[in-house]
């Protein structure tokens, strides 16, 4: 799984093959699931998507526990929002809440080709949680920096539950957050630009924080609504964690993107840039991205 180069072929769980019949099919489905909504996304012919708000409790997003309330009872709810888009007996894409992953970045050494068991070594040693039980995935960028990323099994089986339980099949599985890295990371810039990616839902934000091509940060933080000034705080602190002068360049996408940017375009960053202003729309490019890998 570990890569020389940055790929869009990352994916911080191993999904199961399917049958002979699945394996022509091209995907063309996704499902994202918060604590307070599932997003659905089919894209054969002409692309369509559905969000379904979700009664309260029912997703409760951990990296320790068990997340979902009743299986059964988000099993009918993403039955009727796939059926909303036209998707039945698909290979679904897998987007899972952040606060489900457990992540750490691991810069490049100079014996940059770490064994796996030592990768899982220093993965362990932030989790809250035996390694044994998680499952773990290693990206390597295209500095030879890796991001480890862990879930729990306990955790990513109720999702893979409620995909059998709509009688679909699973494709690749990835964060809403982390499948964006790989192409965060991927142009050719000079070694010393700052780069923040601030990606925003309605209950946490995910900052990546990219220099010269490579990843050296990520952290996911708890928000509540409307606090737009305290997001933007965290954003203006990258400089100093990283000891650079200034933020070169900040991409947002999300809940209040829109609104996070205007604080921030006044501020001293370099350029200040919107990619999508809304959760949802957000949520459905997650997908998208996890689409683009074709087939597992």
Sequence with gaps: MLRREATANYSIVRAMRGSRFWRWRQPSAGVAFTNHSIVALNIANEARSGETELPGGLIESSAVTPNIQSVGELAQIVERALADVGVARERLALVLPDLATTTVVLPARERSRRPARELRRELAAGLPYPVGEARCDFWRGQHDEILGVAVRTAVVQQYERIVEAVDCQLGWVDSASLCHIPSQVSRRVRAERLEVHAQLYADHYCLTVVRGGELIDTRIKLRSAGDFERVAREVLRAPVLHDSETIDSL?????????????????????????????????????ERLLERGTP
Excluded: F
């Design 251 to 287: 991409h947002l996408s999300g809940k209040d993107a829109a609104a996070v940017a205007e604080l921030l375009r006044d501020a001293g960053v370099g350029e200040v840039r919107v990619d999508c202003d809304g959760e949802r729309q957000h949520l459905v490019s997650s997908i």
